[in-house]
Nanobody, 123 residues
């Protein structure tokens, strides 16, 4: 059974940084994609970033490009989202998710989800 556990959320001032972590367990992930999504109150779940576990290729939403960095530690089955230059609009619950194979930004294509971690950016 795949399990994903996010951590690292919290309260930060605009312009600050947070580093989110996702611990993945339950299987090997060499042929998978790990993604980060977020959902703010009243909004749809939004793609943030993804990394292909085997190749290391990364993908970003335009809204976070240049500010966020996704990375993975294959040996530890950890995925990270380094968030810098944070804005109040980044406030959301951030979810780690996994899908088989190739990259997708559609949350419907991701089968496994963590419970989320709250990131709040104050003005």
């Amino acid at each position: 059974q795949v399990q994903l556990v996010e951590s690292g959320g919290g309260l930060v001032q605009a312009g600050g940084s947070l580093r989110l972590s996702c611990a993945a367990s339950g299987r090997t992930f060499s042929g998978y994609v790990m993604g980060w999504f977020r959902q703010a109150p009243g909004k749809e779940r939004e793609f943030v970033a993804a990394v292909s576990w085997g190749s290391g290729s990364t993908y970003y939403a335009d809204s976070v490009k240049g500010r966020f960095t996704i990375s993975g530690d294959n040996a530890k089955n950890m995925v990270y989202l380094q968030m810098s230059s944070l804005k109040p609009d980044d406030t959301a619950v951030y979810y780690c998710a996994v899908k088989v194979g190739y990259y997708s930004r559609n949350p419907d294509n991701y089968l496994y989800w963590g419970q989320g971690t709250q990131a709040t950016v104050s003005s």
